[in-house]
């Protein structure tokens, strides 16, 4: 059974530094998907990763997965205070599976 | 209706009452999912469909029954709500089983 672990699950942070929210899985999947919720809102969609060594960036956000390490970076340059959300990561399991497989969540606080 | 769209906005339910949240999308997409969030507990997965006409149980089943009539339309029933059902209820569509999901705006349920 696919298990997805992200690291860490709580963050705060100062304005302008960087850092990194990592996803780890434990099977086999050439999927991924980043989403992020606004408190209080729904989750949207930020990044579907298709491939292994995969990258995909928007504004301040970089995402990237490594299916060998079964593993999956969100890499935040410079926060700003508008980045603070919950971000999930959530796995395909593979063939047949019925549907996505979604991590904990990490709770990033962003202070000014 | 663009996208999805789920009704209502937010309830307070009294126990042991029974009640239908609902969930329309127009994307015509394959599979539907609800879910329900809960502070430190993510995302839980409580019934999905595939396809219209068909149905499956998540992570949290119990107190739950869902139908799945046409490819729009995936309630869900509470047919006697207890507290601790109390919780944000998300709907998702996707254009397949395990592609990246479409969440709804939620539905905020307090049962007393």
């Known amino acids: 059974e696919l298990k997805v672990e992200q690291n860490p699950l709580f963050l705060s942070m100062q304005e302008g530094k960087n850092y990194t929210i990592y996803c780890n899985y434990s099977t086999t999947s050439d999927r991924l998907y980043w989403y992020r919720q606004d408190p209080g809102k729904s989750l949207e969609s930020l990044f579907v990763l298709l491939s292994n060594g995969a990258v995909k960036q928007e504004g301040r956000l970089m995402a990237s997965l490594d299916t060998k390490a079964r593993l999956s970076t969100l890499h935040i340059t410079a926060a700003v205070h508008d980045l603070s959300a919950t971000y999930f990561c959530a796995v395909y399991p593979g063939k047949g599976a019925q549907k996505l497989v979604f991590g904990q969540g990490t709770r990033l606080t962003i202070n000014p | 209706i663009a996208g999805i769209t789920q009704a209502p906005t937010s309830q307070i339910l009294a126990a042991g009452r029974r009640m239908t949240l609902r969930c329309t999308q127009d994307?015509?997409?394959?599979?539907m999912y609800w879910y329900r969030q809960d502070l430190g507990l993510g995302l839980r997965l409580i019934h999905y469909s595939n396809t219209a006409g068909t149905t499956g149980k998540g992570e949290v089943p119990d107190g739950y029954s869902v139908s799945r009539a046409n490819t729009d339309d995936f309630p869900l029933t509470l047919a006697s709500a207890v507290p601790s059902q109390t919780s944000v209820y998300f709907c998702?569509?996707?254009?397949?089983?395990?592609?990246?999901?479409?969440f709804g705006s939620g539905t905020r349920l307090t049962v007393v």
């Open positions: 994307m015509r997409h394959n599979a």
């Open positions: 998702a569509s996707s254009v397949s089983p395990g592609y990246g999901y479409t």
